[in-house]
């Protein structure tokens, strides 16, 4: 009687193995390729570096930006921004001493794929008050801007100083030009807004080739989690520019 061949388990067990590694990276990669696709199309997160947008947005929040809604719809005023420097918006970084390589690959695949938001020092959010042919003017008597004529009350979400009820403490006069907007901080006196850049080649407007997106929801802290508002119905009464 001959015995019959023992199935050599342990080289079993290897094929098993590999092919369970092998589908484990077929997963993480199609996660990253999905991932990366969202972040470069659809929502994209950052955070927040400064106090320029208090009350709204609190420094070191994390907000998500909806990229791929106002490329169909486009924008509107009193939509919460996130957009790029036109050019002298922000101070020259000083260059960050060098990191281990490690961690700046890990960091520059975080990033790639959504999961880091380490170029929001590199971006600014604002509020946006005037779109492309907007005639906005500051201020009338009650301290109000005005929109081609219009005024508008801002004092729901305006962070001002105890006693303070003018919008804006630098008068502007300005027009819109076609694919650009106008757009200011909602802590006024705290924020290098276009007020503060019209000497600036771009004249303080924002090309919008170079806005990202529209911010719509806080994420962190916890106790902050919940949509950023626009309050559109604060320029209803907003005739379209002549």
């Known amino acids: 009687m001959t015995s019959e061949p023992v199935p050599d388990a342990p080289v ?10 092998r589908d484990v990276v077929v997963i993480i990669v199609i ?24 009350k709204t947005l609190l420094v070191n929040d994390r907000i998500l930006v909806d990229e791929l809604t106002p490329r ?18 922000l ?16 960091d520059g695949l975080l990033t790639l794929i959504g999961l880091s938001s380490s170029d929001s020092e590199d971006h600014l959010v604002k509020r ?4 492309p042919g907007d005639h906005v003017v500051c201020c009338n008597s009650l301290g109000q801007i005005t929109i081609n004529g219009a005024p508008i009350d801002e004092l729901s979400y305006l962070n001002l100083p105890e006693g303070d009820t003018a919008a804006s403490n630098e008068p502007f006069d300005v027009t819109v030009p ?24 771009s004249g303080g407007f ?35 520019p002549e």
């Not at 079993?12 to 590694?21: E, V």
């Not at 946006?128 to 779109?131: A, D, P, Q, R, S």
């Not at 076609?178 to 080649?201: C, K, M, T």
């Open 12 to 21: 079993k067990r290897r094929r098993g193995f590999w092919i369970f590694l």
């Open 31 to 54: 996660a990253a390729l999905v991932s990366f696709v969202v972040k470069s199309f659809v929502v994209r997160s950052f955070y927040i570096p400064s106090a320029s947008m208090e």
């Open 72 to 89: 169909w719809t486009g924008y509107e005023r009193g939509d919460v921004v996130v957009f790029t420097d036109p050019g002298g918006w």
């Open 91 to 106: 101070p020259v970084k000083q260059k960050a001493p060098p990191r281990p390589l490690i961690i700046e690959w890990v």
């Open 128 to 131: 946006l008050i005037g779109l």
């Open 178 to 201: 076609e694919r650009s907007i106008w757009v200011l901080g909602d802590n006024r006196d705290r924020s290098q807004d276009a007020r503060a850049h019209q000497e600036l080649p």
């Open 206 to 240: 924002v090309p919008l080739d170079d806005v990202v997106g529209k911010a719509f929801l806080t994420t962190w802290p916890l106790s902050r989690i919940g949509t950023i508002d626009g309050h559109h119905d604060i320029f209803n009464g907003v005739p379209e």
